[in-house]
């Protein structure tokens, strides 16, 4: 049973320059929700994806805005990077969307804009 | 708004110990949801256990325990004879219904506390 999976692992950018993170849920999951973690703490939600639509956001600015494909899958995008973008972004699905349902994550995606 | 805190930052055990990382939470609702997670050094966020705000029973997981009291709104987790494959980030994390209504919710988490285990 395959887990959650995104891809790349590693990304290195410059200021500026636009970026697509992509997720593919665990087996049999329909949700998808982002987060943004800096180094020394916790997760910070990004937003959600169920049936293709955005159905919750956290507090982030546009320039952060995503996709869920009718596979599931889900991309992040992020236009206009800061340096305070670099930080582990991690993937997460779920079973629906109640507050209930266990989200189980992906291994991240470690971003750097220097 | 939910809010999650885990006031230990950072905890050094001798392996065999057992170890307390405390967990306090804010919320309105009167249905939540508390979770933990472990984020070993490979970075992915591993899930250990889920909670709803009806069921104050703890629970025993092998060598992991959980403390759960709505009375002072806490969610302690307990590591017994600590090993050194539990050396990790731990986070607490809540989470509730939105007032948007939308039937989404966020997963709201705790800044986290780094346990080392010295062998």
């Known amino acids: 049973d395959a887990g959650v999976t995104q891809s790349p692992t590693h990304l290195i950018k410059t200021r500026g320059q636009q970026v697509t993170l992509r997720c593919s849920p665990k087996?049999?999951?329909?949700?998808v929700s982002w987060y943004q973690q800096a180094l020394g703490q916790g997760p910070q939600f990004i937003f959600q994806y169920y049936e293709e639509e955005e159905r919750q956001r956290g507090n982030f600015p546009d320039r952060f805005s995503g996709h869920q494909f009718p596979n599931y899958s889900s991309e992040l995008n992020v236009n206009a990077l800061l340096l305070g973008d670099s930080a582990l972004y991690l993937c997460?699905?779920?079973?629906?969307?109640?507050?209930?349902?266990?989200?189980?994550f992906g291994p991240g995606t470690r971003l750097l804009v220097l | 708004a939910q809010k999650v805190t885990q006031a230990q930052t950072e905890i050094s055990v001798v392996e065999k110990e057992d170890v307390t990382l405390d967990c306090v939470y804010e919320?309105?609702?009167?249905?939540?949801?508390l979770f933990w997670y472990k984020q070993p050094p490979s970075g992915e966020l591993v899930f250990l256990i889920r909670r709803n705000s009806f069921d104050e029973q703890n629970e025993i997981s092998g060598r992991y325990s959980w403390n759960f009291q709505k009375s002072t709104s806490s969610f302690n987790f307990t590591i017994t004879a600590s090993q050194v494959v539990d050396s990790a980030v731990y986070f607490c994390a809540l989470s509730e219904s939105p007032y948007s209504g939308a039937g989404s919710y966020q997963l709201t988490f705790g800044k986290g506390t780094k346990l080392s285990v010295i062998p």
């Open positions: 997460a699905s779920s079973l629906g969307t109640g507050p209930m349902e266990t989200q189980y």
């Open positions: 087996s049999g999951h329909d949700t």
């Open positions: 919320t309105r609702d009167t249905t939540y949801y």
